[in-house]
Protein backbone atom coordinates (compact mmCIF):
# COMPACT_ATOMS: atom_id res chain seq x y z
CA UNK A 1 0.00 0.00 0.00
CA UNK A 2 1.72 3.27 -1.35
CA UNK A 3 0.79 6.99 -0.31
CA UNK A 4 -0.97 8.99 -3.86
CA UNK A 5 -0.08 12.24 -3.66
CA UNK A 6 -3.22 14.82 -3.58
CA UNK A 7 -3.84 16.23 -7.05
CA UNK A 8 -5.09 19.71 -5.80
CA UNK A 9 -3.47 22.32 -3.46
CA UNK A 10 -3.57 21.60 0.34
CA UNK A 11 -5.57 23.98 2.78
CA UNK A 12 -3.64 25.71 4.56
CA UNK A 13 -2.86 24.72 8.37
CA UNK A 14 -4.78 26.32 10.89
CA UNK A 15 -3.23 26.69 14.39
CA UNK A 16 -5.15 24.92 17.18
CA UNK A 17 -5.32 24.24 20.70
CA UNK A 18 -7.05 20.92 23.06
CA UNK A 19 -7.29 20.60 26.46
CA UNK A 20 -7.20 17.05 27.68
CA UNK A 21 -9.01 17.58 31.01
CA UNK A 22 -8.60 14.41 33.95
CA UNK A 23 -10.09 13.50 37.10
CA UNK A 24 -9.75 10.42 39.21
CA UNK A 25 -12.69 8.57 39.70
CA UNK A 26 -13.33 5.38 41.63
CA UNK A 27 -12.80 3.42 38.78
CA UNK A 28 -9.97 5.11 37.47
CA UNK A 29 -8.64 7.95 35.51
CA UNK A 30 -11.78 9.35 33.80
CA UNK A 31 -11.46 11.84 30.73
CA UNK A 32 -13.72 14.71 29.78
CA UNK A 33 -15.48 14.50 26.16
CA UNK A 34 -17.28 16.94 23.76
CA UNK A 35 -19.78 16.06 21.51
CA UNK A 36 -19.82 18.32 18.80
CA UNK A 37 -23.73 19.53 17.41
CA UNK A 38 -24.51 17.56 14.27
CA UNK A 39 -24.27 20.68 12.34
CA UNK A 40 -20.70 21.79 12.84
CA UNK A 41 -18.81 21.98 9.87
CA UNK A 42 -15.70 20.07 11.34
CA UNK A 43 -16.67 16.70 13.44
CA UNK A 44 -20.48 17.10 13.90
CA UNK A 45 -21.52 14.68 16.62
CA UNK A 46 -18.72 13.70 16.79
CA UNK A 47 -16.95 13.21 20.63
CA UNK A 48 -13.67 15.42 21.14
CA UNK A 49 -11.96 17.06 23.61
CA UNK A 50 -12.61 21.01 24.27
CA UNK A 51 -10.14 22.65 21.68
CA UNK A 52 -10.53 24.91 19.06
CA UNK A 53 -8.29 27.27 16.36
CA UNK A 54 -5.98 29.97 18.58
CA UNK A 55 -7.66 33.64 17.83
CA UNK A 56 -4.92 36.72 17.39
CA UNK A 57 -5.69 37.93 21.19
CA UNK A 58 -4.51 34.64 22.89
CA UNK A 59 -0.85 35.60 21.92
CA UNK A 60 -1.45 39.53 22.73
CA UNK A 61 -3.25 38.46 26.51
CA UNK A 62 -1.27 40.55 29.03
CA UNK A 63 1.63 37.72 29.95
CA UNK A 64 3.16 38.96 33.12
CA UNK A 65 -0.14 40.11 34.57
CA UNK A 66 -2.37 37.31 34.13
CA UNK A 67 -0.28 34.02 33.51
CA UNK A 68 1.03 31.94 36.07
CA UNK A 69 4.26 31.26 34.19
CA UNK A 70 6.60 32.70 32.20
CA UNK A 71 6.07 32.85 28.29
CA UNK A 72 9.77 31.37 27.98
CA UNK A 73 9.08 28.59 30.28
CA UNK A 74 6.31 27.67 28.70
CA UNK A 75 7.57 27.74 25.11
CA UNK A 76 10.62 25.65 26.30
CA UNK A 77 7.66 22.72 27.65
CA UNK A 78 6.34 23.17 23.95
CA UNK A 79 9.70 22.04 22.69
CA UNK A 80 9.28 24.17 19.32
CA UNK A 81 12.25 26.21 18.54
CA UNK A 82 11.02 27.71 15.27
CA UNK A 83 7.91 30.07 17.19
CA UNK A 84 8.56 32.60 19.38
CA UNK A 85 7.48 32.58 23.47
CA UNK A 86 4.35 34.42 23.05
CA UNK A 87 3.36 32.08 20.14
CA UNK A 88 4.11 29.16 22.22
CA UNK A 89 1.63 31.17 24.94
CA UNK A 90 -0.93 31.73 22.81
CA UNK A 91 -1.19 28.49 22.29
CA UNK A 92 -1.65 27.36 26.13
CA UNK A 93 -4.32 30.79 26.31
CA UNK A 94 -6.21 29.19 23.92
CA UNK A 95 -6.72 25.79 25.26
CA UNK A 96 -8.00 27.56 28.36
CA UNK A 97 -10.48 29.93 26.56
CA UNK A 98 -11.72 27.34 24.40
CA UNK A 99 -12.05 24.64 27.56
CA UNK A 100 -13.88 27.43 29.28
CA UNK A 101 -16.47 28.38 26.23
CA UNK A 102 -16.78 25.11 25.32
CA UNK A 103 -17.38 23.68 28.32
CA UNK A 104 -17.57 26.10 31.43
CA UNK A 105 -14.47 25.37 33.33
CA UNK A 106 -11.92 28.05 34.08
CA UNK A 107 -8.33 26.97 35.41
CA UNK A 108 -7.15 30.08 37.06
CA UNK A 109 -6.62 30.81 40.80
CA UNK A 110 -8.97 31.83 43.13
CA UNK A 111 -12.31 31.57 41.00
CA UNK A 112 -15.33 30.08 42.54
CA UNK A 113 -17.47 27.39 40.55
CA UNK A 114 -20.32 30.73 40.80
CA UNK A 115 -18.02 33.03 39.88
CA UNK A 116 -16.67 30.70 36.62
CA UNK A 117 -20.18 30.11 35.86
CA UNK A 118 -20.73 34.52 36.29
CA UNK A 119 -18.06 34.96 33.92
CA UNK A 120 -18.77 32.12 30.91
CA UNK A 121 -22.70 34.04 30.94
CA UNK A 122 -20.80 37.50 30.30
CA UNK A 123 -18.77 35.58 27.53
CA UNK A 124 -21.38 34.62 25.84
CA UNK A 125 -23.37 37.62 26.33
CA UNK A 126 -20.38 39.07 23.60
CA UNK A 127 -17.23 40.13 26.16
CA UNK A 128 -13.90 38.73 24.81
CA UNK A 129 -11.98 36.65 26.87
CA UNK A 130 -9.13 38.84 27.41
CA UNK A 131 -11.45 41.84 28.69
CA UNK A 132 -12.79 39.62 31.03
CA UNK A 133 -9.37 38.35 32.51
CA UNK A 134 -8.76 41.84 32.54
CA UNK A 135 -11.56 42.68 34.91
CA UNK A 136 -11.63 39.91 37.04
CA UNK A 137 -7.87 40.59 37.39
CA UNK A 138 -7.67 36.55 36.95
CA UNK A 139 -4.24 34.57 36.46
CA UNK A 140 -4.56 31.94 34.19
CA UNK A 141 -2.86 28.59 35.58
CA UNK A 142 -1.15 27.48 31.82
CA UNK A 143 1.73 26.11 34.54
CA UNK A 144 -0.84 23.19 35.24
CA UNK A 145 -1.31 22.53 31.69
CA UNK A 146 1.63 19.57 30.60
CA UNK A 147 2.07 19.42 26.62
CA UNK A 148 0.90 16.04 25.32
CA UNK A 149 0.78 16.05 21.70
CA UNK A 150 0.74 18.22 18.53
CA UNK A 151 -1.20 16.55 15.45
CA UNK A 152 -1.16 18.06 11.78
CA UNK A 153 -4.10 16.88 9.81
CA UNK A 154 -2.80 15.24 6.70
CA UNK A 155 -3.07 16.31 3.38
CA UNK A 156 -5.69 13.68 2.32
CA UNK A 157 -8.33 14.44 4.74
CA UNK A 158 -12.21 13.61 5.23
CA UNK A 159 -12.69 17.02 6.26
CA UNK A 160 -12.09 20.36 3.95
CA UNK A 161 -9.89 22.25 6.64
CA UNK A 162 -6.88 21.05 7.99
CA UNK A 163 -5.23 21.83 11.39
CA UNK A 164 -2.23 22.50 13.64
CA UNK A 165 -3.13 21.30 16.99
CA UNK A 166 -1.10 21.82 20.31
CA UNK A 167 -2.69 18.74 22.68
CA UNK A 168 -2.59 19.61 26.67
CA UNK A 169 -3.48 17.84 29.50
CA UNK A 170 -4.71 18.97 32.99
CA UNK A 171 -6.35 18.47 36.12
CA UNK A 172 -9.95 19.44 36.37
CA UNK A 173 -10.77 21.86 39.37
CA UNK A 174 -11.72 20.40 42.40
CA UNK A 175 -14.98 22.42 42.00
CA UNK A 176 -15.47 22.63 38.61
CA UNK A 177 -18.71 22.22 37.30
CA UNK A 178 -19.01 20.77 33.47
CA UNK A 179 -21.46 22.88 31.15
CA UNK A 180 -21.51 21.90 27.63
CA UNK A 181 -22.19 25.05 25.83
CA UNK A 182 -25.70 24.02 23.78
CA UNK A 183 -24.01 25.51 20.52
CA UNK A 184 -21.14 24.03 19.68
CA UNK A 185 -20.90 20.99 21.96
CA UNK A 186 -24.48 19.28 22.94
CA UNK A 187 -23.56 16.67 25.54
CA UNK A 188 -20.74 16.39 27.60
CA UNK A 189 -19.27 13.00 29.78
CA UNK A 190 -16.80 12.47 32.18
CA UNK A 191 -15.30 8.49 30.30
CA UNK A 192 -12.66 5.85 31.19
CA UNK A 193 -10.46 5.95 27.58
CA UNK A 194 -10.52 2.15 27.68
CA UNK A 195 -14.64 2.66 28.18
CA UNK A 196 -15.02 5.23 25.29
CA UNK A 197 -13.23 3.31 23.13
CA UNK A 198 -15.17 0.14 23.86
CA UNK A 199 -18.36 2.08 23.17
CA UNK A 200 -16.79 3.11 19.74
CA UNK A 201 -16.20 -0.32 18.66
CA UNK A 202 -19.87 -0.62 19.40
CA UNK A 203 -20.90 1.87 17.56
CA UNK A 204 -22.10 4.03 20.09
CA UNK A 205 -20.11 7.14 19.32
CA UNK A 206 -18.28 8.61 16.87
CA UNK A 207 -14.30 9.84 17.21
CA UNK A 208 -11.87 10.81 15.22
CA UNK A 209 -8.18 9.57 14.99
CA UNK A 210 -6.46 12.33 17.23
CA UNK A 211 -9.28 11.21 19.99
CA UNK A 212 -9.12 7.26 19.39
CA UNK A 213 -5.19 7.30 19.65
CA UNK A 214 -4.84 9.59 22.80
CA UNK A 215 -7.51 7.81 24.43
CA UNK A 216 -5.56 4.85 23.94
CA UNK A 217 -2.85 6.12 25.10
CA UNK A 218 -4.42 7.32 28.22
CA UNK A 219 -5.70 3.73 28.60
CA UNK A 220 -2.47 3.07 29.86
CA UNK A 221 -2.73 4.96 33.10
CA UNK A 222 -4.81 4.73 36.17
CA UNK A 223 -4.65 8.10 37.70
CA UNK A 224 -4.17 11.51 36.68
CA UNK A 225 -0.86 11.65 38.50
CA UNK A 226 0.68 9.33 36.48
CA UNK A 227 -0.87 10.82 33.17
CA UNK A 228 0.62 14.23 34.04
CA UNK A 229 4.31 12.42 34.64
CA UNK A 230 4.41 10.70 31.55
CA UNK A 231 3.54 14.15 29.94
CA UNK A 232 6.49 16.21 32.18
CA UNK A 233 8.78 13.45 31.56
CA UNK A 234 8.77 13.96 27.90
CA UNK A 235 8.51 17.10 24.86
CA UNK A 236 5.16 16.25 23.23
CA UNK A 237 5.27 14.21 20.47
CA UNK A 238 4.67 15.63 17.03
CA UNK A 239 2.17 13.22 14.83
CA UNK A 240 1.52 13.93 11.27
CA UNK A 241 -0.51 11.11 9.87
CA UNK A 242 0.06 9.65 6.32
CA UNK A 243 -2.71 8.30 4.36
CA UNK A 244 -2.35 5.50 2.07
CA UNK A 245 -4.15 3.55 -0.41
CA UNK A 246 -7.23 4.52 -2.04
CA UNK A 247 -10.92 3.50 -2.12
CA UNK A 248 -11.75 0.83 0.34
CA UNK A 249 -8.23 -0.01 1.04
CA UNK A 250 -7.74 3.35 2.82
CA UNK A 251 -4.83 3.47 6.06
CA UNK A 252 -4.00 6.16 7.84
CA UNK A 253 -0.86 5.27 9.08
CA UNK A 254 1.44 7.02 12.10
CA UNK A 255 5.25 7.36 13.19
CA UNK A 256 7.09 3.87 13.47
CA UNK A 257 5.26 2.16 10.72
CA UNK A 258 7.00 0.77 7.74
CA UNK A 259 5.71 3.74 5.10
CA UNK A 260 5.67 6.37 7.00
CA UNK A 261 8.66 8.91 6.75
CA UNK A 262 9.32 9.21 10.44
CA UNK A 263 10.61 5.17 11.30
CA UNK A 264 10.69 6.52 15.34
CA UNK A 265 7.35 5.62 16.80
CA UNK A 266 5.72 8.69 18.26
CA UNK A 267 3.47 7.20 20.75
CA UNK A 268 1.90 3.49 22.04
CA UNK A 269 -0.72 1.86 20.47
CA UNK A 270 -1.06 1.04 16.98
CA UNK A 271 1.22 2.09 14.11
CA UNK A 272 -1.88 1.57 11.33
CA UNK A 273 -5.82 2.05 11.71
CA UNK A 274 -7.72 1.16 8.62
CA UNK A 275 -10.16 3.64 7.39
CA UNK A 276 -13.45 1.50 6.67
CA UNK A 277 -16.13 4.52 5.72
CA UNK A 278 -16.20 6.42 8.37
CA UNK A 279 -14.57 3.75 11.26
CA UNK A 280 -11.04 3.84 12.05
CA UNK A 281 -10.12 0.08 12.78
CA UNK A 282 -6.38 -1.16 13.96
CA UNK A 283 -5.70 -4.02 11.63
CA UNK A 284 -5.34 -6.34 15.34
CA UNK A 285 -8.75 -5.50 15.71
CA UNK A 286 -10.05 -3.86 19.68
CA UNK A 287 -6.70 -5.16 21.53
CA UNK A 288 -4.46 -3.76 18.81
CA UNK A 289 -5.20 -0.50 20.88
CA UNK A 290 -3.21 -1.74 23.73
CA UNK A 291 -0.46 -3.79 22.54
Known sequence: MSAVPSAAPAPSLRPSSTLILLRDASQGLEVLMLKRHGQSAVLGDTFVFP????????????????????????????????IDAATAAGFYVAALREAFEEAGLLLAEGLSPEACTEARARLGSGVAFNALVAELGLRLQVDALAPWSRWITPVRSVNKQRFDTRFFVARTPAQGIVRHDGHETTEAAWLRPRAALETYWDGGMALAPPQIMTLAHLARHDAVDAALADARSRLPALVAPCVLGEGDTLAMCYPGDQEHPVRRRAMPGPLRLLVRGKRYEPQGGFDAFFA
Open 51 to 82: GGKVDGDDVRLDAARHLDASVQTLHARLGEPE
